[in-house]
């Protein structure tokens, strides 16, 4: 189920309703605002911990933001991350795809 780029509360409170109808894994969109999205994914997390977490962040981040955005997926688990730069920023890629490796984080693409 995806969530749309909302406030830390609203997406909780989506999270939450489409968990209590069985959904396991949950799409969350960002990209637009590193520090809400960091609370959004801290809150997320700490009320279903459970729950697979991927990240569409539609190529939103520069390589900086990226990088932290997977250290702060770091400590979680299950988290997949999707589109976090611009595909064209190869040198940016290889970085961010060592990283998310090292992490443990999956990187997934519908290709």
């Known amino acids: 189920m995806t969530i749309p780029i909302v406030s ?10 489409y968990h209590k109808r069985g ?4 799409k969350l969109k960002v990209g637009k605002d590193l520090n809400k999205d960091i609370e959004v994914l801290q809150a997320v997390r700490a009320a279903h911990p459970e729950c697979m977490l991927i990240l569409d962040a539609n190529e ?3 390589s900086t933001e990226a990088i932290q955005v ?6 979680f688990s ?3 991350a999707h589109g976090l730069v611009r595909l064209l920023e ?3 890629m290889k ?3 060592g990283l998310m ?3 443990g984080i999956r990187r997934f693409s519908i290709d």
């Open 90 to 92: 190869y040198h940016v």
């Open 70 to 75: 997977l250290e702060t997926l770091h400590g």
């Open 101 to 103: 490796f090292l992490l």
């Open 23 to 26: 959904f396991k894994t949950l």
């Open 60 to 62: 939103g981040y520069n």
């Open 8 to 17: 830390s509360s609203e997406t909780t409170q989506l999270t939450s309703q």
């Open 78 to 80: 299950s988290q997949v």
């Open 95 to 97: 970085t961010i795809t």
